[in-house]
């Protein structure tokens, strides 16, 4: 009987991104309409009841839930964070939501670099030029510029899980910001979430530009201006 030969090396390396690759294109398409906010409202009694009677089981599945749904980039995040802000509260809810958000973004750039990432930092840092001149502007200020993607809304998600992982991101650093960076926004969402009752009393939707409201924008710009600081401060001092 002929051996099976040994999967090669670079082939592993790539295979768990090429899976959550797969599975975010697979779930865009069968999971998009029961990973919405009509579908928590179809089922919201049976999540409560079981969470009043298994709520171990139900912070454990939840956050589970979650972690997957970052992971494999599938629809329904920000319905996720809804939801757990509704079967929770806005604590400890937003806590199990930033920590399964991080956890799952975490999981994308380890096998993003694992995958690709390093070979295309080697070979943008090797070409010289530009690009290597933008990825050591970036390694230079990586801190600031990592927390400024996580707060500013306009960067989704999911790039800012990809872009760091391709120009070789430590993994401390992206970690850190990424379950700091994400406080903010994960705490507004979740708060909307809590209120769910009322909105589906009212039969309404819930107001998910929220995050986009003066009083909630201005301070995590003003969080982003913050951690632009060190960048800020590095520039003049170079200048001078």
């Not at 991104?17 to 309409?33: E, K, Q």
């Amino acid at each position: 009987m002929q051996e099976s030969l040994p999967m090669p090396r670079t082939v592993l390396r790539k295979l768990p991104i090429l899976i959550l690759l797969a599975a975010a294109v697979i779930g865009a398409f069968t999971l998009r309409d029961h990973l919405s906010f009509t579908g928590l409202a179809e089922n919201r009694e049976r999540l409560l009841a079981f969470r009043d009677a298994h709520y171990l089981w139900a912070v454990l599945g939840f956050i589970a839930a979650y972690v997957a749904i970052v992971a494999f980039s599938l629809p329904g995040a920000t319905i996720a964070t809804l939801t757990g802000g509704f079967l929770f509260g806005v604590f400890p809810g937003a806590l199990f939501n930033v920590g399964a958000a991080g956890l799952g973004a975490v999981a994308v750039f380890l096998a993003a670099r694992a995958g690709f990432g390093e070979a295309i930092a080697r070979r943008v840092e090797a070409g010289g030029g530009a690009g290597a001149r933008l990825m050591a502007g970036l390694r230079e200020n990586e801190w600031s510029v990592l927390f400024m993607m996580r707060l500013i809304p306009a960067v989704p998600f999911f790039v800012a899980n990809l872009i760091p992982a391709f120009v070789g991101t430590r993994l401390m650093p992206f970690a850190v910001t990424t379950f700091l960076g994400i406080i903010p926004g994960g705490v507004v969402y979740t708060s909307v979430g809590a209120g769910l009752g009322e909105v589906f009393a009212r039969g309404e939707t819930p107001d998910l530009g929220i995050i986009f409201a003066p009083h909630v924008l201005l301070p995590i710009l003003g969080l982003a201006a913050l951690s632009a600081l060190p960048m800020i401060l590095k520039r003049f001092r170079k200048g001078a």
